[in-house]
């Protein structure tokens, strides 16, 4: 009797013992060595202040009250991000940057040794967009935060001109060149799947030390940001973000037939924008 009772229970006794070895055999997905992500921001741009002056002789010019550049411009910044074992992040950077305005002189400007009398309807055009390749290490190894440390490279393209409309009068300097930068940035979580982020590069060194020319240059930039996010979905965010961008130079550069070189080029910038993430990792 007791040896039909076994028989009878032996296939459901199998079968359960293959679940427990099948349960305890089965591993978790390994998180992939590779993660990418792509992030995009939209908004505007607001002249805090921006002074330049060309030439030894040039004239202190205030771009918001001189070039008329007090309006607000629109604001794009687009980046895409390789994660490494989560921990080692590069980052391509690519942000577009040109304001253009139109203004009748209020008083006489030299620039680059040519006058350009007051009453002059010019256009100001200020193009600095930049290219920028990025590597930072994370040191918290939880996947929802970041703190991490880093350098990157960035790749100058400034196109500076004054024109006036009529055509008989123009002065302009461009200039590409390599900026490297110091580099820190955080994400951390806040509540309900929202989440604080900062963002800062930044560097100040003379360029002779960046190029090995002999130039006596000295330039800046500070790019600073601040976003509060939510992470909707386990692919993706969006943000709200706040950036503060600084930086020019002063100095002698390399001399022109119409220019002696020397140069003095300061803006302060803020940036408001909204942004959203893809992300290949949940």
């Given at each position: 009797m007791f040896g039909a009772m076994l028989g009878a229970l032996s296939p459901q006794l199998g079968a359960a013992q293959d679940a427990r070895g099948a349960e305890g055999s089965e591993q978790t997905p390994s998180d992939p060595d590779l993660g990418v992500r792509a992030t995009a921001e939209l908004?505007?741009?607001?002249?805090?202040?921006?002074?330049?002056?060309?030439?030894s002789?040039?004239?202190d010019?205030?771009?918001r009250s001189d070039g008329s550049q007090s309006n607000l411009y629109q604001f794009t910044r687009l980046s895409v991000e390789l994660d490494l074992w989560r921990r080692h992040h590069v980052t391509f950077l690519y942000q577009p940057l040109e304001l253009v305005s139109d203004a009748v002189l209020r008083r006489d400007l030299r620039i680059d040794g040519l006058d350009f009398p007051q009453g002059t309807p010019v256009r100001f055009v200020y193009g600095f967009p930049f290219f920028?390749?990025?590597?930072?290490?994370?040191l918290l190894p939880a996947p929802d935060s970041?703190?991490?440390?880093?350098?990157?490279?960035?790749?100058?393209?400034?196109?500076?001109?004054?024109?006036?409309?009529?055509?008989?009068l123009y002065r302009g300097r461009n200039d590409v060149g390599p900026v490297p930068l110091l580099?820190?940035?955080?994400?951390?979580?806040i509540v309900d799947r929202y989440f604080f982020g900062f963002e800062v590069d930044g560097f100040n060194a003379p360029m002779s030390v960046l190029n090995g020319s002999d130039t006596e240059v000295t330039g800046a930039i500070l790019d600073l940001s601040l976003?509060?996010?939510?992470?909707?979905?386990?692919?993706a965010d969006v943000?709200?973000?706040l950036r503060y961008l600084d930086g020019g130079a002063v100095g002698t550069g390399d001399p022109t037939p119409t220019s002696d070189g020397q140069q003095s080029n300061w803006l302060h910038f803020v940036t408001v924008s909204l942004g959203a993430t893809l992300d290949s990792r949940p």
């Open positions: 908004g505007f741009l607001a002249v805090v202040d921006h002074d330049i002056r060309l030439g002789d040039g004239t010019i205030d771009d920028r390749l990025s590597w930072d290490y994370d970041l703190v991490a440390l880093g350098v990157a490279l960035q790749l100058r393209n400034a196109d500076i001109a004054f024109e006036s409309l009529d055509g008989t580099r820190a940035r955080g994400r951390i979580p976003r509060l996010g939510w992470r909707f979905h386990d692919h943000f709200f973000n």
